[in-house]
């Protein structure tokens, strides 16, 4: 599975992005997707989660200001993140999980800067 993340950039505190991630080179349908992150000097974090059904889970910091989708039929998977704070700057990472497998892939990070 390649993995490609995009929509990062540099944002004011209180404004949007929405982070997205096209997959290829697997059946979309059989992976788990999730977004992760990590901060400068800090471990890499989940930040959401979609399921093959649909379920998302969300990390307690970002919930009720970021939904997760996933668009089947584009193979892509999206994170739109609102009310924006400092501390969500990180480079932003996509992750796929084969459900069946339990192979992890990872695609090359996004940069999220928010100013203050």
């Known amino acids: 599975v390649q993995l490609q993340a995009s929509g990062g950039g540099l944002v004011q505190v209180g404004g949007t992005l929405r982070l997205s991630c096209a997959a290829s080179?697997?059946?979309?349908?059989?992976?788990?997707m999730g977004w992760y992150r990590q901060a400068p000097g800090k471990q890499r974090e989940l930040v959401a989660s979609?399921?093959?059904?649909?379920?998302?889970n969300y990390a307690d910091s970002v919930k009720g200001r970021s939904t997760i989708s996933r668009d089947g039929s584009k193979n892509m998977v999206y994170l739109q993140m609102n009310s924006l704070q400092p501390e969500d700057t990180a480079v932003y990472y996509c992750?796929?999980?084969?459900?069946?497998?339990?192979?992890?892939?990872w695609g090359k990070g996004t940069q999220v800067t928010v100013s203050s």
């Open positions: 992750n796929a999980r084969d459900y069946y497998s339990g192979v992890e892939y």
């Open positions: 080179g697997s059946t979309f349908v059989s992976n788990d």
């Open positions: 979609i399921t093959r059904a649909g379920s998302r």
